[in-house]
């Protein structure tokens, strides 16, 4: 997996808050939700932006006396079946009377600039 230079579509930084690796043209950590710079064309909407994936279930430990514990585990596949990134998101453990709720979501924007396009 090649990592795109600075500039490019998929290009990333570190959020100076959090930590969390981030898409360069972030205007707004999707991790902390600090902002993060002075977007004009975020703020004025320029870019498409589009929420293709949204998932969100609750969950609750099979009933019983007996604590189950979970993993979160988000993956990443290519076109090819290939996985490119998978993390362990958080960890715990649920008794009968408790729950969780999970999210899952993607976000899209629109990439700006010169180097936005696909070269042939
Ligand atoms: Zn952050």
Redesign the pocket.
């Known amino acids: 997996m090649s990592t795109p230079r600075p500039g490019m579509p998929g290009a990333t930084r570190t959020?100076?808050?959090?930590?969390?690796i981030?898409l360069e043209s972030a205007s707004v950590?999707?991790?902390?939700?600090?902002h993060?710079r002075f977007d004009e064309s975020a703020i004025a909407g320029a870019k498409a932006k589009i929420s293709p994936l949204h998932v969100e279930g609750t969950i609750s430990p099979p009933a019983g006396e007996v604590a189950w514990e979970y993993s979160m585990v988000v993956s990443i596949k290519n076109e090819r079946g290939e996985e490119v990134a998978r993390q362990v998101i958080g960890v715990g453990a649920l008794y009968a009377d408790e729950q969780r709720t999970f999210t899952l979501a993607v976000e899209m924007t629109e990439a700006t600039g010169s180097k936005a396009r696909r070269r042939h």
């Open positions: 959020c100076p808050h959090c930590k969390t981030i950590c999707p991790a902390c939700r600090h993060l």
